[in-house]
């Protein structure tokens, strides 16, 4: 995949909570991105354990803790629908290329979004395989046959997700940068959990 100057790397994300997971794929793209842009959303078919302004700010502090230039929450991009969030980019960055960042468990979902058509000719599709989750090529066919563009990402994301965490609690899901802020607001009921 060859990357323009002004090729940019797009990842929305739930974060409830940031994983471990969100932390490799944020340092990943970074190395393969001159620009890397994330946000937290409210993703239309999922129920949302904590509020997005807590799962902003535990980004937000996932991002610090990473510190790298290249990188930068943007919040403004927020919104349950792709197509609402690459309009946005496009107004704060005029003239760039985007790449839609989605890990390999979303691919069978990129057809059921609110103007798939749409946010297929305004941005790449940057596909980064997770653990448990094989990259299905039927789907990729389909999406390149409806104008699609699609990257293959030479980045793997462990087998960690927020369900798994919300579920069993493992602390080692978590980023530790995270969790004094996650323990201190009380977020996922850890205030009295010993570390």
Not at 101 to 117: A, C, H, Y
Request: charged share 20%; with cysteine.
């Amino acid at each position: 995949m060859t990357q323009k100057i002004n090729s940019i790397a797009l990842l929305g994300t739930s974060a409830d909570p940031p994983t471990c997971g969100h932390q490799i794929i944020l340092e990943g793209l970074i190395k393969l991105f001159p620009k890397v842009i994330t946000w937290a959303s409210d993703n239309p078919i999922k129920q949302h354990q904590i509020a997005l302004k807590n799962r902003y700010e535990l980004l937000k502090a996932l991002v610090k803790d990473i510190d790298n230039p290249k990188l930068s929450i943007v919040q403004e991009l927020s919104s349950p629908w792709t197509i609402s969030s690459l309009k946005k980019a496009s107004k704060f960055w005029p003239n760039s290329q985007f790449t839609f960042i989605i890990g390999s468990d979303l691919i069978e979902e990129i057809p059921k979004w609110v103007n798939t058509r749409d946010i297929l000719k305004m941005t790449r599709i940057g596909i980064v395989p997770r653990e448990g989750w094989a990259i299905n090529k039927e789907k990729i066919i389909y999406l390149k046959n409806i104008g699609g563009t699609i990257d293959i990402l030479p980045l793997n994301i462990p087998a960690s997700s927020s369900s798994n965490f919300r579920k069993r609690q493992e602390y080692s899901q978590i980023p530790n940068a995270l969790l004094p802020l996650i323990i201190e607001k009380n977020l996922y009921n850890l205030s009295n959990k010993p570390l």
